[in-house]
């Protein structure tokens, strides 16, 4: 159908959705950025920003985003020359695949490569996990096996925003680095997520048709963030 071929290949709605919000701030503040992801996988922010950007992970397929720049490297172990080097750094959905030691060990990594702004998204909350619990068990009958980050979310409790906000000032205070001001923002309401994924998990060639048809509906589904499965914490910082 024409309708259909206007949809991107590959596209998820989900995941569209969880990176919006920074794709809007980094066209808005403009400009030439270096811009730096951790735990970006083999596309991270690319299909949605198209701006060349450097993306931190453990590996990476044959098979990238044209504009990442990929960097093998644990979120909790950067290296240092790498400092400061970049005006905006962001994870999305890394956070809660790392023990609890680990995740402010990630933070503060975070907050050395970067100069000014941060990004951190998260599931959080107990809906969030009761979503996740479902959607493992979902997946496991529709599939006849675990899908990996479903098994890894429930490895450790979910992040807790009041922890990720502690862990940024502790990690800020120790690298010198002064807040200008600290945001949080709801991301993609907790049964809109539900019913994404369990639209797009179905293996029901008509229900998975809703699923990618959810693309024309990309911007209304976005405004659907009250009692949400995701927290974004921003931060915009300068050093001392």
């Known amino acids: 159908m024409k309708f259909y071929s206007k949809i991107p290949d590959n596209f998820d709605i989900t995941v569209y959705l969880r990176y919006l919000p920074i794709v809007n701030f980094i066209n808005k503040i403009g400009g030439e950025k270096e811009i730096g992801e951790v735990g970006s996988g083999n596309y991270g922010i690319g299909p949605f920003l198209e701006k060349k950007f450097y993306g931190f992970d453990l590996a990476f397929s044959s098979h990238q985003s044209e504009y990442l720049i990929p960097i093998k490297a644990l979120a909790t172990e950067i290296p240092d020359k790498w400092q400061d080097g970049f005006d905006l750094v962001f994870s999305v959905d890394m956070l809660e695949h790392l023990s609890p030691v680990e995740r402010e060990k990630a933070i503060g990594q975070m907050i050395k490569i970067s100069r000014e702004y941060l990004f951190i998204a998260f599931p959080s909350g107990k809906n969030a996990s009761r979503v996740d619990c479902f959607l493992d068990h979902y997946y496991q009958r529709t599939h006849g096996q675990p899908l990996g980050f479903l098994k890894e979310h429930r490895r450790y409790p979910l992040p807790k925003e009041k922890e990720v906000k502690d862990a940024i000032g502790r990690q800020l205070y120790q690298q010198n680095k002064t807040p200008v001001q600290i945001k949080r923002y709801n991301n993609t309401n907790d049964f809109l997520y539900l019913f994404l994924l369990w ?34 914490i921003f931060v915009q910082f300068k050093n001392e």
Request: include cysteine.
């Open 199 to 232: 639209l797009g998990f179905s293996e029901n060639k008509y229900l998975t048709r809703i699923f990618s048809f959810c693309y024309f509906f990309r911007k209304l589904l976005s405004k659907i963030n009250f009692s949400s499965y995701r927290k974004i």
